[in-house]
Protein backbone atom coordinates (compact mmCIF):
# COMPACT_ATOMS: atom_id res chain seq x y z
CA UNK A 1 0.00 0.00 0.00
CA UNK A 2 1.15 3.35 -0.78
CA UNK A 3 1.72 5.82 2.05
CA UNK A 4 -1.71 8.59 1.54
CA UNK A 5 -3.73 4.75 0.68
CA UNK A 6 -2.64 3.26 4.71
CA UNK A 7 -3.35 6.77 5.93
CA UNK A 8 -6.76 5.85 4.91
CA UNK A 9 -6.89 3.02 7.38
CA UNK A 10 -6.56 5.42 10.53
CA UNK A 11 -10.66 6.04 10.35
CA UNK A 12 -10.90 2.15 10.71
CA UNK A 13 -8.36 1.76 13.93
CA UNK A 14 -10.63 3.35 16.23
CA UNK A 15 -13.53 1.65 15.37
CA UNK A 16 -11.97 -1.53 15.04
CA UNK A 17 -12.77 -2.27 11.73
CA UNK A 18 -9.44 -3.21 10.05
CA UNK A 19 -8.83 -6.68 9.79
CA UNK A 20 -5.50 -8.54 10.96
CA UNK A 21 -4.21 -7.43 7.72
CA UNK A 22 -4.63 -4.40 7.44
CA UNK A 23 -3.63 -4.17 11.08
CA UNK A 24 -0.41 -5.34 10.34
CA UNK A 25 0.21 -3.23 7.47
CA UNK A 26 -1.14 0.42 9.23
CA UNK A 27 0.98 -0.47 12.48
CA UNK A 28 4.30 -1.96 10.56
CA UNK A 29 3.97 1.35 8.68
CA UNK A 30 3.92 3.45 11.99
CA UNK A 31 6.40 2.10 13.56
CA UNK A 32 8.77 3.50 10.76
CA UNK A 33 6.64 6.87 9.84
CA UNK A 34 6.60 9.35 12.81
CA UNK A 35 3.70 11.49 11.03
CA UNK A 36 1.81 8.05 10.78
CA UNK A 37 1.96 7.04 14.31
CA UNK A 38 1.10 10.44 15.68
CA UNK A 39 -1.83 10.48 13.79
CA UNK A 40 -2.29 6.88 14.90
CA UNK A 41 -1.67 8.03 18.64
CA UNK A 42 -4.08 10.85 18.11
CA UNK A 43 -6.73 8.50 17.34
CA UNK A 44 -6.51 6.89 20.94
CA UNK A 45 -9.06 8.39 22.64
CA UNK A 46 -11.70 8.30 20.21
CA UNK A 47 -10.67 4.35 20.07
CA UNK A 48 -11.16 4.84 24.04
CA UNK A 49 -14.78 6.41 23.92
CA UNK A 50 -15.91 3.82 21.14
CA UNK A 51 -14.92 0.53 23.43
CA UNK A 52 -17.44 1.58 25.02
CA UNK A 53 -20.70 0.05 24.00
CA UNK A 54 -22.70 3.06 25.97
CA UNK A 55 -21.37 5.34 23.95
CA UNK A 56 -21.25 3.39 20.48
CA UNK A 57 -25.50 3.38 21.23
CA UNK A 58 -25.44 6.87 21.69
CA UNK A 59 -23.32 8.02 18.72
CA UNK A 60 -25.56 5.29 16.44
CA UNK A 61 -28.87 7.37 17.91
CA UNK A 62 -27.06 10.10 16.56
CA UNK A 63 -26.21 8.91 13.58
CA UNK A 64 -30.52 8.61 12.67
CA UNK A 65 -31.97 5.52 11.15
CA UNK A 66 -30.30 2.90 8.53
CA UNK A 67 -31.01 3.89 5.67
CA UNK A 68 -30.81 0.48 3.73
CA UNK A 69 -30.57 -0.42 0.49
CA UNK A 70 -26.98 -0.08 -1.43
CA UNK A 71 -25.08 3.49 -2.06
CA UNK A 72 -25.44 2.67 -6.20
CA UNK A 73 -28.81 3.74 -7.96
CA UNK A 74 -30.75 0.76 -8.97
CA UNK A 75 -30.40 0.06 -12.78
CA UNK A 76 -32.74 -2.97 -13.18
CA UNK A 77 -36.21 -2.32 -14.60
CA UNK A 78 -39.09 -2.38 -11.97
CA UNK A 79 -41.31 -4.65 -13.51
CA UNK A 80 -39.63 -7.69 -12.99
CA UNK A 81 -41.28 -10.63 -10.77
CA UNK A 82 -38.79 -10.82 -8.45
CA UNK A 83 -38.23 -6.81 -7.83
CA UNK A 84 -42.44 -6.80 -7.33
CA UNK A 85 -42.27 -9.16 -5.10
CA UNK A 86 -39.34 -7.91 -3.13
CA UNK A 87 -41.36 -5.02 -3.57
CA UNK A 88 -44.36 -6.42 -1.70
CA UNK A 89 -42.09 -7.45 1.09
CA UNK A 90 -40.71 -4.33 1.53
CA UNK A 91 -44.31 -2.88 1.64
CA UNK A 92 -45.39 -5.42 4.86
CA UNK A 93 -42.66 -4.83 6.44
CA UNK A 94 -42.79 -0.98 6.03
CA UNK A 95 -46.67 -1.33 6.99
CA UNK A 96 -45.26 -3.48 10.22
CA UNK A 97 -42.89 -0.67 11.15
CA UNK A 98 -45.54 2.08 10.84
CA UNK A 99 -48.04 -0.40 12.78
CA UNK A 100 -46.09 -1.81 15.23
CA UNK A 101 -45.13 0.69 17.92
CA UNK A 102 -41.70 1.43 18.56
CA UNK A 103 -39.97 3.05 21.31
CA UNK A 104 -38.62 6.41 20.74
CA UNK A 105 -35.45 5.68 22.70
CA UNK A 106 -32.81 3.00 22.63
CA UNK A 107 -32.97 1.35 26.31
CA UNK A 108 -30.81 -1.77 26.90
CA UNK A 109 -32.87 -4.20 28.74
CA UNK A 110 -31.41 -5.07 31.53
CA UNK A 111 -29.07 -8.44 31.76
CA UNK A 112 -28.84 -11.14 34.54
CA UNK A 113 -25.52 -12.31 35.98
CA UNK A 114 -27.17 -15.03 37.36
CA UNK A 115 -30.44 -15.85 38.95
CA UNK A 116 -30.99 -17.36 41.78
CA UNK A 117 -34.97 -19.69 41.71
CA UNK A 118 -36.17 -22.35 43.88
CA UNK A 119 -38.33 -24.78 43.26
CA UNK A 120 -42.25 -24.00 43.47
CA UNK A 121 -43.19 -23.80 46.81
CA UNK A 122 -44.59 -26.77 48.22
CA UNK A 123 -48.32 -27.47 48.30
CA UNK A 124 -50.16 -28.44 51.56
CA UNK A 125 -52.02 -31.43 50.59
CA UNK A 126 -54.94 -31.23 52.36
CA UNK A 127 -57.43 -34.31 54.04
CA UNK A 128 -60.79 -34.67 51.81
CA UNK A 129 -63.10 -32.78 53.33
CA UNK A 130 -65.78 -35.67 54.56
CA UNK A 131 -69.50 -34.49 54.21
CA UNK A 132 -71.46 -36.79 56.07
CA UNK A 133 -75.39 -36.74 55.69
CA UNK A 134 -77.20 -35.40 58.72
CA UNK A 135 -79.43 -37.56 60.38
CA UNK A 136 -82.51 -38.05 59.23
CA UNK A 137 -82.22 -36.70 55.62
CA UNK A 138 -82.89 -38.89 52.98
CA UNK A 139 -80.02 -40.07 50.82
CA UNK A 140 -81.36 -39.04 47.76
CA UNK A 141 -81.72 -35.41 48.68
CA UNK A 142 -79.24 -32.79 46.85
CA UNK A 143 -76.98 -31.62 49.56
CA UNK A 144 -74.61 -28.39 48.82
CA UNK A 145 -71.13 -29.47 48.39
CA UNK A 146 -69.10 -27.52 51.39
CA UNK A 147 -66.10 -25.77 50.95
CA UNK A 148 -63.39 -25.07 53.19
CA UNK A 149 -62.04 -21.63 53.39
CA UNK A 150 -58.25 -21.74 52.79
CA UNK A 151 -56.11 -21.52 55.69
CA UNK A 152 -53.38 -18.53 56.35
CA UNK A 153 -50.13 -20.75 55.95
CA UNK A 154 -46.56 -19.63 56.03
CA UNK A 155 -45.18 -17.22 53.51
CA UNK A 156 -43.33 -20.11 51.61
CA UNK A 157 -46.39 -21.98 51.12
CA UNK A 158 -49.25 -22.29 49.11
CA UNK A 159 -52.66 -23.31 49.95
CA UNK A 160 -54.67 -25.27 47.30
CA UNK A 161 -57.47 -27.64 47.62
CA UNK A 162 -57.14 -30.82 46.11
CA UNK A 163 -59.95 -32.65 43.87
CA UNK A 164 -62.80 -34.82 45.96
CA UNK A 165 -61.54 -38.05 45.00
CA UNK A 166 -64.79 -40.46 44.37
CA UNK A 167 -65.04 -42.29 47.38
CA UNK A 168 -65.57 -39.32 49.22
CA UNK A 169 -68.29 -37.74 47.18
CA UNK A 170 -70.19 -41.49 46.11
CA UNK A 171 -72.88 -40.37 48.74
CA UNK A 172 -73.04 -36.92 47.46
CA UNK A 173 -74.84 -35.52 44.11
CA UNK A 174 -72.36 -34.56 41.78
CA UNK A 175 -70.60 -31.58 43.19
CA UNK A 176 -69.27 -28.45 41.80
CA UNK A 177 -65.39 -29.78 40.59
CA UNK A 178 -62.83 -27.28 40.66
CA UNK A 179 -60.07 -26.21 38.40
CA UNK A 180 -57.41 -28.39 37.01
CA UNK A 181 -54.90 -25.94 37.91
CA UNK A 182 -55.76 -26.02 41.92
CA UNK A 183 -55.54 -29.81 41.74
CA UNK A 184 -52.19 -30.56 44.19
CA UNK A 185 -49.54 -32.48 42.62
CA UNK A 186 -47.10 -33.89 44.96
CA UNK A 187 -45.02 -31.60 46.45
CA UNK A 188 -41.03 -32.26 46.74
CA UNK A 189 -39.49 -31.42 50.19
CA UNK A 190 -38.02 -27.79 49.81
CA UNK A 191 -34.64 -28.00 49.75
CA UNK A 192 -32.32 -25.12 51.70
CA UNK A 193 -31.91 -21.96 49.46
CA UNK A 194 -27.62 -22.99 49.82
CA UNK A 195 -28.53 -26.91 48.91
CA UNK A 196 -30.93 -26.23 45.85
CA UNK A 197 -28.35 -23.81 44.45
CA UNK A 198 -25.51 -26.03 44.31
CA UNK A 199 -26.81 -28.94 43.64
CA UNK A 200 -28.92 -28.59 40.59
CA UNK A 201 -26.99 -29.18 37.35
CA UNK A 202 -30.02 -29.11 34.63
CA UNK A 203 -32.28 -26.56 33.71
CA UNK A 204 -35.27 -28.36 35.74
CA UNK A 205 -38.44 -27.08 36.68
CA UNK A 206 -38.07 -24.78 39.81
CA UNK A 207 -34.12 -25.10 40.32
CA UNK A 208 -32.55 -23.37 36.98
CA UNK A 209 -30.76 -20.23 36.08
CA UNK A 210 -27.52 -18.53 35.68
CA UNK A 211 -26.68 -19.86 39.08
CA UNK A 212 -26.57 -23.40 37.84
CA UNK A 213 -27.00 -22.87 34.18
CA UNK A 214 -25.30 -24.71 31.11
CA UNK A 215 -22.37 -23.94 29.37
CA UNK A 216 -24.04 -21.43 26.97
CA UNK A 217 -26.99 -20.70 29.30
CA UNK A 218 -29.28 -18.38 26.96
CA UNK A 219 -28.59 -14.80 27.25
CA UNK A 220 -32.43 -14.23 27.42
CA UNK A 221 -31.80 -15.81 30.82
CA UNK A 222 -29.53 -12.93 32.32
CA UNK A 223 -30.55 -10.08 34.00
CA UNK A 224 -30.68 -8.52 37.67
CA UNK A 225 -31.70 -10.65 40.39
CA UNK A 226 -35.19 -10.81 40.63
CA UNK A 227 -37.93 -12.35 41.75
CA UNK A 228 -38.64 -15.43 39.74
CA UNK A 229 -42.28 -16.34 38.73
CA UNK A 230 -42.60 -19.07 40.96
CA UNK A 231 -39.67 -19.04 43.26
CA UNK A 232 -38.34 -17.15 46.15
CA UNK A 233 -36.48 -13.88 46.17
CA UNK A 234 -33.31 -14.51 47.72
CA UNK A 235 -31.82 -10.80 47.68
CA UNK A 236 -28.61 -9.69 45.89
CA UNK A 237 -26.41 -12.81 45.78
CA UNK A 238 -22.65 -11.81 44.39
CA UNK A 239 -22.79 -13.88 41.19
CA UNK A 240 -19.54 -14.00 38.35
CA UNK A 241 -20.50 -14.74 34.42
CA UNK A 242 -16.95 -15.92 32.58
CA UNK A 243 -16.30 -16.71 29.29
CA UNK A 244 -13.72 -18.00 27.50
CA UNK A 245 -12.51 -16.40 23.66
CA UNK A 246 -10.83 -17.29 21.51
CA UNK A 247 -9.29 -15.53 18.65
CA UNK A 248 -10.00 -17.12 14.37
CA UNK A 249 -7.67 -16.31 11.99
CA UNK A 250 -9.57 -13.96 10.65
CA UNK A 251 -9.35 -11.71 13.77
CA UNK A 252 -12.41 -12.05 15.15
CA UNK A 253 -13.20 -13.62 18.86
CA UNK A 254 -15.83 -16.11 19.61
CA UNK A 255 -16.58 -18.12 22.81
CA UNK A 256 -15.49 -21.39 23.23
CA UNK A 257 -16.37 -24.20 26.18
CA UNK A 258 -13.62 -24.32 28.69
CA UNK A 259 -13.37 -27.84 28.30
CA UNK A 260 -12.50 -27.40 24.17
CA UNK A 261 -8.84 -28.06 23.87
CA UNK A 262 -6.61 -25.23 22.16
CA UNK A 263 -4.02 -25.55 19.67
CA UNK A 264 -0.87 -24.16 21.38
CA UNK A 265 -0.12 -20.43 20.29
CA UNK A 266 -3.83 -19.67 19.96
CA UNK A 267 -4.97 -16.25 21.13
CA UNK A 268 -7.49 -16.33 24.30
CA UNK A 269 -8.95 -13.52 26.62
CA UNK A 270 -11.31 -14.06 29.38
CA UNK A 271 -14.85 -12.20 30.08
CA UNK A 272 -15.36 -11.69 32.87
CA UNK A 273 -19.02 -10.09 34.67
CA UNK A 274 -20.27 -9.34 37.78
CA UNK A 275 -23.26 -9.61 39.18
CA UNK A 276 -22.85 -6.86 41.80
CA UNK A 277 -20.18 -4.11 42.64
CA UNK A 278 -17.27 -5.96 43.83
CA UNK A 279 -13.26 -6.64 43.01
CA UNK A 280 -12.11 -8.94 40.84
CA UNK A 281 -9.35 -10.89 40.50
CA UNK A 282 -7.77 -12.99 37.77
CA UNK A 283 -4.56 -15.30 39.56
CA UNK A 284 -3.00 -17.83 37.58
CA UNK A 285 -1.11 -20.78 38.40
CA UNK A 286 2.69 -20.86 37.87
CA UNK A 287 5.00 -23.43 37.35
CA UNK A 288 6.09 -23.51 40.97
CA UNK A 289 2.72 -23.79 41.60
CA UNK A 290 2.28 -20.71 43.16
CA UNK A 291 -0.20 -17.86 42.35
CA UNK A 292 0.75 -14.79 40.70
CA UNK A 293 -1.86 -11.83 40.07
CA UNK A 294 -2.60 -11.35 36.65
CA UNK A 295 -5.66 -8.76 36.64
CA UNK A 296 -6.90 -7.36 38.88
CA UNK A 297 -9.69 -4.19 39.12
CA UNK A 298 -12.71 -2.50 41.25
CA UNK A 299 -15.35 -4.09 39.19
CA UNK A 300 -19.07 -2.48 38.39
CA UNK A 301 -22.09 -4.80 38.34
CA UNK A 302 -22.67 -5.90 34.71
CA UNK A 303 -20.08 -4.78 32.84
CA UNK A 304 -17.29 -6.88 31.36
CA UNK A 305 -14.44 -7.25 31.85
CA UNK A 306 -11.39 -8.55 29.34
CA UNK A 307 -8.70 -10.37 30.40
CA UNK A 308 -6.05 -8.93 29.20
CA UNK A 309 -7.78 -5.71 28.71
CA UNK A 310 -5.60 -5.51 25.59
CA UNK A 311 -3.91 -8.46 23.46
CA UNK A 312 -4.13 -12.14 24.35
CA UNK A 313 -3.16 -14.43 26.17
CA UNK A 314 -1.02 -16.79 23.78
CA UNK A 315 0.67 -20.40 25.48
CA UNK A 316 3.42 -22.35 23.02
CA UNK A 317 3.65 -25.16 24.87
CA UNK A 318 0.93 -28.59 25.59
CA UNK A 319 -0.10 -28.43 29.13
CA UNK A 320 -3.35 -27.34 31.07
CA UNK A 321 -3.20 -23.72 32.36
CA UNK A 322 -5.11 -22.96 35.43
CA UNK A 323 -6.43 -19.69 36.29
CA UNK A 324 -8.80 -18.87 39.33
CA UNK A 325 -10.95 -15.91 38.84
CA UNK A 326 -12.22 -14.53 42.39
CA UNK A 327 -14.81 -11.61 42.84
CA UNK A 328 -14.97 -9.90 46.42
CA UNK A 329 -16.88 -7.54 47.97
CA UNK A 330 -13.82 -5.78 50.02
CA UNK A 331 -10.46 -5.42 47.97
CA UNK A 332 -8.29 -8.14 48.56
CA UNK A 333 -4.66 -5.96 47.74
CA UNK A 334 -2.67 -9.35 48.57
CA UNK A 335 -4.90 -12.03 47.06
CA UNK A 336 -1.97 -13.68 45.12
CA UNK A 337 0.15 -13.61 48.54
CA UNK A 338 -2.42 -14.78 50.59
CA UNK A 339 -2.25 -18.38 52.55
CA UNK A 340 -1.88 -20.97 49.90
CA UNK A 341 -4.16 -23.38 51.95
CA UNK A 342 -6.69 -20.70 51.90
CA UNK A 343 -6.32 -20.73 47.98
CA UNK A 344 -6.20 -24.28 47.40
CA UNK A 345 -9.38 -24.59 49.38
CA UNK A 346 -10.81 -21.84 47.36
CA UNK A 347 -9.63 -23.72 43.80
CA UNK A 348 -11.59 -26.94 45.69
CA UNK A 349 -14.50 -25.76 46.21
CA UNK A 350 -15.17 -24.14 42.92
CA UNK A 351 -14.12 -27.21 41.35
CA UNK A 352 -16.36 -29.45 43.31
CA UNK A 353 -18.81 -26.70 41.92
CA UNK A 354 -18.21 -27.20 38.42
CA UNK A 355 -17.81 -30.72 38.31
CA UNK A 356 -21.45 -30.32 40.00
CA UNK A 357 -22.69 -28.17 37.69
CA UNK A 358 -20.73 -29.55 34.34
CA UNK A 359 -19.45 -26.91 32.58
CA UNK A 360 -21.05 -23.76 33.78
CA UNK A 361 -19.91 -20.68 33.23
CA UNK A 362 -21.42 -19.01 36.38
CA UNK A 363 -20.24 -19.04 39.79
CA UNK A 364 -22.26 -17.48 42.40
CA UNK A 365 -22.64 -17.20 46.29
CA UNK A 366 -25.48 -18.05 48.24
CA UNK A 367 -24.06 -17.27 51.57
CA UNK A 368 -25.59 -14.52 53.17
CA UNK A 369 -24.87 -10.83 51.68
CA UNK A 370 -21.79 -9.75 53.74
CA UNK A 371 -19.11 -7.98 53.34
CA UNK A 372 -16.79 -11.12 53.72
CA UNK A 373 -18.92 -12.73 50.74
CA UNK A 374 -16.64 -13.92 47.48
CA UNK A 375 -17.55 -16.23 44.41
CA UNK A 376 -14.19 -18.28 43.17
CA UNK A 377 -14.45 -19.97 39.65
CA UNK A 378 -11.36 -22.25 38.73
CA UNK A 379 -10.66 -22.37 35.20
CA UNK A 380 -8.64 -24.79 33.41
CA UNK A 381 -7.02 -24.43 29.82
CA UNK A 382 -6.24 -27.50 28.07
CA UNK A 383 -3.54 -26.76 25.09
CA UNK A 384 -2.29 -29.16 22.91
CA UNK B 1 3.51 -14.86 30.92
CA UNK B 2 6.40 -14.55 33.56
CA UNK B 3 6.74 -17.43 35.20
CA UNK B 4 3.45 -19.89 33.82
CA UNK B 5 5.54 -19.29 30.08
CA UNK B 6 8.98 -19.23 31.95
CA UNK B 7 8.96 -23.09 30.20
CA UNK B 8 8.14 -22.13 27.23
CA UNK B 9 11.00 -19.83 26.19
CA UNK B 10 12.38 -22.34 23.40
CA UNK B 11 13.70 -22.02 20.21
CA UNK B 12 10.46 -20.59 18.26
CA UNK B 13 10.07 -18.33 21.40
CA UNK B 14 13.63 -16.72 21.11
CA UNK B 15 12.90 -15.82 17.08
CA UNK B 16 9.48 -14.17 18.82
CA UNK B 17 11.57 -12.29 21.51
CA UNK B 18 13.70 -10.81 18.67
CA UNK B 19 10.21 -9.69 16.72
CA UNK B 20 9.45 -8.72 20.18
CA UNK B 21 12.22 -6.46 20.60
CA UNK B 22 12.63 -4.97 17.17
CA UNK B 23 9.30 -3.62 17.71
CA UNK B 24 9.72 -2.27 21.02
CA UNK B 25 12.93 -0.31 19.68
CA UNK B 26 10.96 0.81 17.23
CA UNK B 27 8.16 1.55 19.73
CA UNK B 28 10.17 3.43 21.89
CA UNK B 29 11.73 5.96 19.25
CA UNK B 30 7.95 6.72 17.91
CA UNK B 31 7.16 7.01 21.51
CA UNK B 32 9.31 9.52 22.77
CA UNK B 33 9.47 11.83 19.33
CA UNK B 34 5.77 11.96 19.66
CA UNK B 35 5.85 12.73 23.59
CA UNK B 36 8.06 15.49 22.80
CA UNK B 37 5.35 17.30 21.13
CA UNK B 38 3.39 17.12 24.35
CA UNK B 39 5.83 17.72 27.23
CA UNK B 40 9.79 18.34 27.80
CA UNK B 41 12.81 15.91 26.03
CA UNK B 42 13.84 14.11 29.24
CA UNK B 43 10.32 13.93 30.65
CA UNK B 44 9.36 12.50 26.67
CA UNK B 45 12.31 9.95 27.15
CA UNK B 46 11.25 9.37 30.46
CA UNK B 47 7.90 8.31 29.62
CA UNK B 48 8.85 6.30 26.71
CA UNK B 49 10.93 4.48 29.18
CA UNK B 50 8.03 3.83 31.68
CA UNK B 51 6.22 2.79 28.69
CA UNK B 52 8.61 -0.02 27.54
CA UNK B 53 9.14 -1.34 31.35
CA UNK B 54 5.29 -1.75 31.55
CA UNK B 55 5.06 -3.49 28.35
CA UNK B 56 8.22 -5.91 29.23
CA UNK B 57 6.91 -6.57 32.42
CA UNK B 58 3.40 -6.47 32.94
CA UNK B 59 2.70 -7.12 29.44
CA UNK B 60 4.94 -9.60 28.37
CA UNK B 61 2.85 -11.93 26.83
CA UNK B 62 1.64 -9.11 24.21
CA UNK B 63 3.92 -10.45 21.32
CA UNK B 64 2.18 -9.18 17.77
CA UNK B 65 2.32 -6.27 16.55
CA UNK B 66 -1.43 -5.48 16.35
CA UNK B 67 -1.72 -5.54 19.55
CA UNK B 68 1.93 -4.37 20.60
CA UNK B 69 0.86 -0.98 19.08
CA UNK B 70 -2.61 -0.63 20.30
CA UNK B 71 -1.37 -1.34 23.97
CA UNK B 72 1.26 0.99 23.36
CA UNK B 73 -0.41 3.68 22.59
CA UNK B 74 -3.01 3.56 25.64
CA UNK B 75 -0.37 3.62 28.18
CA UNK B 76 1.17 6.49 26.31
CA UNK B 77 -2.36 8.20 26.57
CA UNK B 78 -2.36 7.05 30.21
CA UNK B 79 0.97 8.30 31.26
CA UNK B 80 0.67 11.44 29.44
CA UNK B 81 -2.64 12.27 31.28
CA UNK B 82 -0.99 11.33 34.69
CA UNK B 83 1.95 13.53 33.91
CA UNK B 84 -0.44 16.53 33.46
CA UNK B 85 -2.99 16.38 36.27
CA UNK B 86 0.57 16.25 38.28
CA UNK B 87 1.66 19.07 36.80
CA UNK B 88 -1.39 20.92 37.64
CA UNK B 89 -1.92 19.87 41.12
CA UNK B 90 1.97 20.86 41.70
CA UNK B 91 2.34 23.81 39.15
CA UNK B 92 5.36 21.90 37.74
CA UNK B 93 6.64 18.71 35.30
CA UNK B 94 7.60 16.09 37.51
CA UNK B 95 9.66 13.28 36.56
CA UNK B 96 8.89 10.12 37.96
CA UNK B 97 11.75 7.63 39.37
CA UNK B 98 11.74 4.16 38.18
CA UNK B 99 10.45 3.13 42.07
CA UNK B 100 7.68 5.34 41.44
CA UNK B 101 6.18 4.10 38.63
CA UNK B 102 2.60 3.17 38.70
CA UNK B 103 1.55 -0.08 37.25
CA UNK B 104 -1.98 1.20 35.83
CA UNK B 105 -4.94 -0.39 35.66
CA UNK B 106 -5.98 1.30 32.43
CA UNK B 107 -9.46 2.23 33.75
CA UNK B 108 -10.81 5.80 33.40
CA UNK B 109 -10.63 7.63 36.58
CA UNK B 110 -12.97 10.43 37.14
CA UNK B 111 -11.45 13.12 35.13
CA UNK B 112 -11.14 10.54 31.99
CA UNK B 113 -14.57 10.15 32.43
CA UNK B 114 -15.76 13.58 32.64
CA UNK B 115 -13.40 14.17 29.64
CA UNK B 116 -14.94 11.21 27.59
CA UNK B 117 -18.94 12.55 28.31
CA UNK B 118 -17.86 15.77 27.08
CA UNK B 119 -16.03 14.51 23.64
CA UNK B 120 -19.12 11.97 24.02
CA UNK B 121 -21.17 14.75 23.35
CA UNK B 122 -19.46 17.03 20.93
CA UNK B 123 -19.13 14.06 18.84
CA UNK B 124 -22.53 13.47 18.57
CA UNK B 125 -23.47 16.85 17.82
CA UNK B 126 -20.68 16.25 15.39
CA UNK B 127 -21.41 13.05 13.63
CA UNK B 128 -25.45 14.68 13.22
CA UNK B 129 -24.24 16.94 10.70
CA UNK B 130 -22.69 14.83 8.33
CA UNK B 131 -24.05 13.24 5.17
CA UNK B 132 -25.87 10.35 4.80
CA UNK B 133 -23.54 8.24 2.81
CA UNK B 134 -20.84 9.34 5.91
CA UNK B 135 -23.61 8.32 8.51
CA UNK B 136 -24.25 4.94 6.57
CA UNK B 137 -20.73 4.32 6.84
CA UNK B 138 -20.04 5.03 10.14
CA UNK B 139 -22.88 3.00 11.42
CA UNK B 140 -21.88 0.21 9.63
CA UNK B 141 -18.45 0.77 11.33
CA UNK B 142 -20.01 1.05 14.78
CA UNK B 143 -22.28 -1.82 14.13
CA UNK B 144 -18.57 -4.05 13.98
CA UNK B 145 -18.84 -4.54 9.91
CA UNK B 146 -15.54 -5.24 8.26
CA UNK B 147 -14.02 -2.40 5.20
CA UNK B 148 -14.50 -5.44 3.20
CA UNK B 149 -18.20 -5.81 4.34
CA UNK B 150 -18.87 -2.45 3.94
CA UNK B 151 -17.79 -2.71 0.73
CA UNK B 152 -20.68 -5.32 -0.20
CA UNK B 153 -23.26 -3.60 2.11
CA UNK B 154 -23.05 -0.29 0.23
CA UNK B 155 -22.64 -1.49 -2.84
CA UNK B 156 -18.82 0.23 -3.60
CA UNK B 157 -17.14 -1.04 -6.76
CA UNK B 158 -13.90 -2.20 -4.80
CA UNK B 159 -12.53 -1.78 -1.55
CA UNK B 160 -10.24 1.35 -1.99
CA UNK B 161 -13.50 3.60 -2.94
CA UNK B 162 -14.82 2.41 0.43
CA UNK B 163 -11.14 3.60 2.50
CA UNK B 164 -11.61 6.77 0.01
CA UNK B 165 -14.90 7.59 1.81
CA UNK B 166 -14.27 6.48 5.12
CA UNK B 167 -11.37 9.10 5.00
CA UNK B 168 -12.88 11.62 3.65
CA UNK B 169 -15.81 11.14 6.48
CA UNK B 170 -13.22 11.05 8.74
CA UNK B 171 -11.24 14.37 8.03
CA UNK B 172 -14.94 15.90 7.90
CA UNK B 173 -15.87 14.06 11.53
CA UNK B 174 -12.50 15.91 12.66
CA UNK B 175 -13.23 19.06 11.46
CA UNK B 176 -16.35 18.96 12.63
CA UNK B 177 -14.90 18.68 15.97
CA UNK B 178 -12.83 21.33 15.71
CA UNK B 179 -9.28 19.67 14.39
CA UNK B 180 -9.07 17.50 17.30
CA UNK B 181 -11.14 14.75 18.91
CA UNK B 182 -9.95 15.93 22.41
CA UNK B 183 -10.63 19.69 23.29
CA UNK B 184 -7.05 21.72 24.13
CA UNK B 185 -6.11 21.22 26.82
Given at each position: MKREDLEKLLGGYATNTLSDAEQRELFAAALSDQDLFD??????????????????????????????????????????????????????????????????????????????????????????????PPTGISKSRPQEPRRTAPRQLDQNAQLKLERRPPSATAQLPSAPALEPSAVAQPAAPLPSPAVSAMQSSAPAQGVLGGVAGG??????????????????????????????????????????????????????????????????????????????????????????????????????????????????????????????DRLQALVAQA?????????????????????????AADIVLNFR | MGDACGTIRTAPRRI?????????????????????????????????????????????????????????????????????????RRGEYNQVSLADIQVPDLEPGPGVMLERKAMLERLERAVAQLGERCRELIRLKLEGASFSEIQKRMGAASINTIYTWDHRCRKHLLELMGGDWEPEK
Open positions: KLAREQPLRELLQDPGARSRILEALGPARGGSERPRRAPLWRPWLLGFAAAAAAVLVIAVVVPRPKKFVPAPRTVAELRLPPPPVLQREPVKVLAFAPRAALGRVRPPADGVLLGLNLALHYRLLARKPDGREAEIAPATPLATGTPVRLSLEASDRGFLYVLERTSGNSWRTLFSTPAEAQRIYLVPSEGTLRYYEPGPREFLVLLTRQPQPQVAAADPKQENAKRRQTMYAVSVDAVTPSQQV | RDVERDEILAKLRERIVAFAASHMTGDAAEDLAQEVLILLHEKYSHVEQLEDLVPLSLQIVRFKIISLRRKAQ
